[in-house]
Nanobody, 124 residues
Framework: QVQLVESGGALVQAGGSLRLSCVASATIFNFNSMGWYRQFPGRERELVAGISATGTTHYEDSVKDRFTISRDNAEKTVYLQMNSLKPDDSAVYYC??????????????????WGQGTRVTVAS
């Protein structure tokens, strides 16, 4: 069974924090790098952060030093701790298996399957 279930999105004030969670099925999670992606209205999904199966992390410049990605392999869960949130971070956030590209990741995920996402709204 292929499954991705994201949660944790909410409405927060600028400067606030949120922790997103994503529970994935074994097919997607095991042995794969995992990534968090976000989608702004009318735009393609974009990679925000990625983490390898062994815990090496990568962040897009726009979230570096503010967001932290982590994973719990036993629980097949990937997290995104979001601090110092800005209105520009408002989007629907998704997780998926990430495709490594050197020390970074391709913008497209490994699997063409998405969960329902979780909405983050940051008020100014």
């Amino acid at each position: 069974q292929v499954q991705l279930v994201e949660s944790g999105g909410a409405l927060v004030q600028a400067g606030g924090s949120l922790r997103l969670s994503c529970v994935a099925s074994a097919t997607i999670f095991n042995f794969n790098s995992m990534g968090w992606y976000r989608q702004f209205p009318g735009r393609e999904r974009e990679l925000v952060a990625g983490i390898s199966a062994t815990g090496t992390t990568h962040y897009e410049d726009s979230v570096k030093d503010r967001f932290t990605i982590s994973r719990d392999n036993a629980e097949k869960t990937v997290y995104l701790q979001m601090n110092s949130l800005k209105p520009d971070d408002s989007a629907v956030y998704y997780c998926n298996a990430a495709l490594p590209y050197g020390s970074t990741y391709y913008s497209r995920p490994k699997y063409d399957y998405w969960g329902q996402g979780t909405r983050v709204t940051v008020a100014s």
